[in-house]
């Protein structure tokens, strides 16, 4: 399989467009003509302050958000995605930075939550998801052993393994990860970065959303920074350097470029 | 996705002997609770409490609040709040009685006592019911009004609606058949009341076994097999313990007489007939065995809980969180009719009153019951059991003697009481 680099340089078809997306909210322009895209087995870092646009722009990959402009290409193909359903239906799985999980459920209730395995009578097999739910435990968290407790009961780590599992499970072909690492100790970042090695193996496209700029330089292929609800610039990660990626971030401006550039 | 390693299963800590029954003890407290309240007016009344035949009463003057409670956990656990149910009530009870003394006998010529009639005036009323509380749904859903507005709209609106209908004058005497829905005009006898009892106990047993087997097939830890029996054999006991109850409260003789006089046969001398139990109950069983297989084996029912707990994760998740709300309060305007259908069957008229302040006693059981106003928690069963020891508080104390204002007094401190003692208790588990 050829990496996503040489996919990009042949000039293939990425795995997700977003073309020239735009959305507002009261006036203020949130996300104003932004366009991304990941290639099959590619991890874009999306970087910017809080309040940058980059949770708001992912939020309408994942149905979320509606959008006011622009398009979203799946495989060279434009999509309409009014709702997580429909963004479900385009295998694109979202990890929330705030979890998005119901606390009052158990760890296989929020695992199948919307897609529940029935019974051949309809009724939902409460014992087969929880079979299921060790079984992708078992890979991503070892530890885990909180089963019939309801995920209030766990603590941060062992919400975010449910949370990722979520999203592993239904072999999800576009990810989209917002501060996974958020909640996370040493051990527990450690895992979600052999997570995403492995993901990207399979030739997952990945949309990481990060505060952190090490986590990206380890992490991505490529990054596009955002600030004030507009690109700054996308860069191969190979070619800068952390200082180049807090420059964009801060003053948002390209390397190479005078500091009072076009934006803001 | 191709390994398979499956989390190991760990045999479970040694526990009491009292923790491996797995209890619910919430739950256990409730029924302590209720036993407690049963004994106590049991003493004052010097036995006349735990008489069969106040038993029956009982379990049919509860009738109506249970099933409409069972719709209000549902609307609870998912943060919303209905204020209109007794009013709703009272507007399915004028359109029933409307349709089976006025618009079927005279203007649809079938004149009174109809076999059709019942079952017409069942369907209209269901449908009028379902149709309110979907209208209310869409209303919250869709519209983004908060439900306690929507509701305590309807609460007049509904209140006023009935009152419109019957020009406020009581519609009386029901059809014949529509009165055995009412309680003490419609039980199964004793012969059939066993055959029932029995039949439930095999089926709530069998749904034991299968649930353990499903477990075991996965080759998840079970219970031990004595604390699967004991719980099997409370389960029995409280069945067919019902059962024997409500068989003992006999038919009086003299009434006895009319009704074979009415058959045209005579009363042999000595002859003892038990009522054995009321057609309401029946239907009260039965909303409560489908609404906790809808809470807790559906898709609809998960979505509920789900909701309830964090609406934006279900929203996320694909759910359709709108048309959930319209569903959640279209089940309630359907138990609305429903709990209309029981009401004005008891009293064998629509009086313009019908429901009043039933709304406060509905949301009262749902939340001494464990339903919690912060939503995603909540139980069929103990707003049932709810329902059932509001009753019997007010019923004891009308027993006892206590003055009328007093009773409410002592309904409102005690509902106020048992949410402070369930705030303790989830705080000292720990739970949210």
């Known amino acids: 399989m050829k990496t996503a680099k040489e996919l990009r340089a042949e000039g293939a078809t990425p795995l997700v467009e977003m073309k020239d997306i735009s959305i507002a909210f009261g006036g203020i322009k949130a996300v104003d003509h932004v366009s991304v895209d990941v290639h099959p087995g590619e991890v874009v870092g999306l970087l910017g302050h809080n309040g940058a646009g980059k949770s708001t722009l992912i939020k309408i990959l994942s149905g979320a958000y509606h959008m006011d402009s622009g398009e979203i290409r799946i495989n060279g193909d434009k999509v309409e995605i009014t709702n997580p359903r429909d963004a479900r239906s385009h295998n694109i ?26 019974t051949p009578f309809g009724l939902v097999d409460d014992a087969a998801m929880e079979a299921e739910c060790r079984k992708i435990m078992g890979r991503l968290n070892p530890n885990f052993q909180k089963f019939s407790e309801p995920v209030s009961a766990l603590s941060g780590g062992q919400r975010q393994s449910v949370a990722i599992a979520r999203a592993v499970y239904f072999n999800a072909k576009i990810l989209i990860m917002d501060e996974p690492t ?80 076009t934006t803001d | 996705m191709a390994e398979a390693t499956t989390q190991p299963i760990q045999t479970p800590a040694k526990r009491s002997l009292f923790q491996q029954l797995e209890l619910d003890t919430r739950l256990l407290g409730m029924v302590g609770a209720f036993i407690i309240l049963c004994i106590g007016f049991n003493l004052l009344t010097d036995g006349r409490f735990l008489t069969p035949r106040n038993i029956f009463n009982l379990t049919i003057q509860t009738v109506s609040v249970a099933i409409m409670a069972s719709g209000m956990v549902f609307v609870i656990v998912t943060r919303h709040i209905d204020l209109s149910v007794g009013a709703l009530l009272a507007t399915c009870s004028a359109v029933m009685a409307m349709v089976q003394t006025q618009v079927l006998p005279d203007m649809l010529g079938f004149g009174l006592n109809h076999p059709a009639t019942w079952a017409i005036t069942i369907v209209v009323g269901l449908g009028v019911g379902t149709l309110i509380g979907a209208f209310h749904g869409w209303m919250v859903g869709y519209l983004s009004i908060p439900a306690f507005i929507v509701t305590l709209g309807g609460f007049l609106v509904w209140r006023n609606v009935a009152w419109y209908l019957t020009d406020g004058q009581t ?10 829905f009412g309680g003490i005009n419609g039980t199964m006898g004793t012969t059939w009341s066993w055959i029932i009892g029995i039949a439930a106990t095999a089926l709530a047993l069998f749904g034991l076994w299968s649930g353990r087997r499903a477990r075991q097939g996965h080759g998840f830890a079970v219970k031990p097999l004595w ?19 409500l068989n003992s409260y006999l038919i009086p003789a003299r009434r006895l007489k009319r009704m074979m006089e009415a058959k045209g046969e005579t009363m042999p001398e000595g002859l003892e007939v038990g009522y054995g139990l009321p057609i309401s109950v029946l239907i009260l069983i039965a909303v409560a065995v489908v609404m906790t297989v809808v809470a807790r084996r ?26 959930l709300t319209v569903k959640i309060f279209a089940l309630m305007g ?60 007010q019923s004891g104390m009308a027993m006892v003697g206590v003055d009328a204002p007093f009773q409410n007094i002592v309904v409102g401190s005690v509902l106020v009481l048992a949410v402070l003692i369930d705030i303790q208790y989830r705080k000292r588990l720990g739970a949210k």
């Open chain 1, 93 to 118: 799985e979202t990890i929330y930075q705030t979890l998005a999980l119901a606390d009052n459920l158990d760890a296989a209730s929020n695992l199948f939550l919307g897609r529940e395995l029935v």
């Open chain 1, 182 to 261: 958020a909640a996370l100790g040493p051990h527990e970042t450690q895992m979600v970065a052999e997570l995403i090695q492995q993901l990207k193996a399979e030739g997952i496209g990945i949309f990481l959303i990060d505060h952190d700029v090490h986590a990206v330089m380890e992490l991505c292929d490529r990054a596009s920074v955002m600030k004030n609800g507009a690109l700054v610039g996308t860069v191969d990660i190979e070619d800068v350097t952390d200082d180049d990626l807090l420059s964009m971030i801060i003053l948002g401006k390209n390397p190479g470029e005078a500091a009072d550039s």
């Open chain 2, 171 to 180: 519609i009386g005497p029901l059809d014949k058949t529509f009165l055995i």
């Open chain 2, 227 to 245: 604390a699967e029996l004991t719980i099997a054999g409370i389960t029995a006991g409280a069945i067919l313990g019902l059962v024997w109850t």
């Open chain 2, 298 to 323: 559906t898709r609809l029912g998960r979505y509920i809980f789900a909701t309830g707990g964090n609406p934006d994760a279900a929203e996320l998740s694909g759910i359709n969180t709108r048309m």
């Open chain 2, 334 to 393: 359907f138990l609305c009719a429903l709990s209309a259908v029981v009401a004005s069957a008891r009293l064998a008229n629509h009086s313009n009153d019908i429901g009043t302040l039933d709304e406060l006693r509905v949301i009262a059981a749902a939340v001494i019951g464990g339903t919690a106003l912060s939503g995603g928690l909540g139980t069929i069963h103990g707003a049932i059991l709810g329902a059932l020891i509001m009753q019997a508080l």
